[in-house]
């Protein structure tokens, strides 16, 4: 049942990060407000980071703005090595 509702949340958030990313890039075509960066990235922190990246690629937005892409791509190596982790724990421990 955890992880079921595990998927559910990941699956959810990615959504809404994607949605975050396509918006974000309708009000800087728009000329309108903006999301704030430090939205954006704590979506892809909670969880969302696939959808984020997906948006980032798919809708080419922010990709030339360093700082926020070393910040999304290190949110996503620590996911990555932190995922490794609790699979090693759970299948060789």
């Known amino acids: 049942m955890f992880l ?3 998927l559910i949340y990941l699956v959810v ?5 994607y949605v975050a990313f396509a918006r974000d890039k ?6 309108t407000r903006r999301i704030p960066e430090d939205r954006l990235l704590a979506l ?5 980071s696939i959808g ?8 080419r ?3 030339r703005k360093e700082p926020f892409k070393q ?16 699979f090693a724990i759970a299948y060789l421990g």
Do not use: E, S, T
């Open 61 to 63: 937005h922010k990709i």
């Open 52 to 59: 984020a990246k997906l948006g980032q690629m798919i809708l």
């Open 71 to 86: 910040q999304l791509n290190g949110i996503i190596a620590v996911q990555i090595v932190a995922l490794a982790a609790v």
């Open 13 to 17: 958030l990615n959504v809404v990060a």
């Open 4 to 6: 079921i509702l595990a």
């Open 44 to 48: 892809a922190f909670l969880g969302g």
């Open 26 to 31: 309708a009000y800087a075509v728009a000329g």
